[in-house]
């Protein structure tokens, strides 16, 4: 393993909701992009929405904000994310704004074909997340949900565009289509 000095920048910005303020409370991180994955970690906040991290190396980055984190229980806003991404080369990178944006929630039913759900299924519905760079961040697959009794389903909290799977279906039964506004989408 050969070690050198490599020199180290600053990055700073500044974070703003969905209604245009500055977010005074919100979860930020600086992500370290890599080609199979990527590192988090927390960012310092300041006032009036401001951020800034220090000795940060070359690299391909983006800063994550969430609102409403559901791995904090505490806080009860509504479910708002966004993010920057950025590479640094040879200087400090300044002036990055995140803007965030609610997270949409989509709601459906599940339709068989003769009309007749079976009995006894627990089938989910799931999504993921469409954009590579999401998914490198972990933002990837949702827990899903279940179909309720009158087959339909609602999935939460869902940031960019995704794709809607069912699973656990019962033997025999496959998706045919999966439709958006009368529109064939599958």
Known sequence: IRVQRSRAFKVSGMVIDSTGAP???????????????????AIERRGGGHFAVT???PGEYAVRVDVGSPYDPDDKRE?????????????DVEGIVVTTSRLPKVAGRVVFEDGVPPRGSAMRVFSGSTRPLLRRMGIGDYPGAEIRSDSTFELTGLPGPQFITLADQPPGWIVGAVTYKDEDVT
Do not use: C, H, M, P
């Open 23 to 41: 977010l005074e409370r919100a979860q930020i991180n600086l992500v370290a992009l890599a080609k199979n994955g990527s590192s988090s970690s």
């Open 55 to 57: 000795a940060v190396t």
């Open 79 to 91: 479910r708002e994310f966004g993010y920057a991404q950025f590479d640094v080369d040879n200087e």
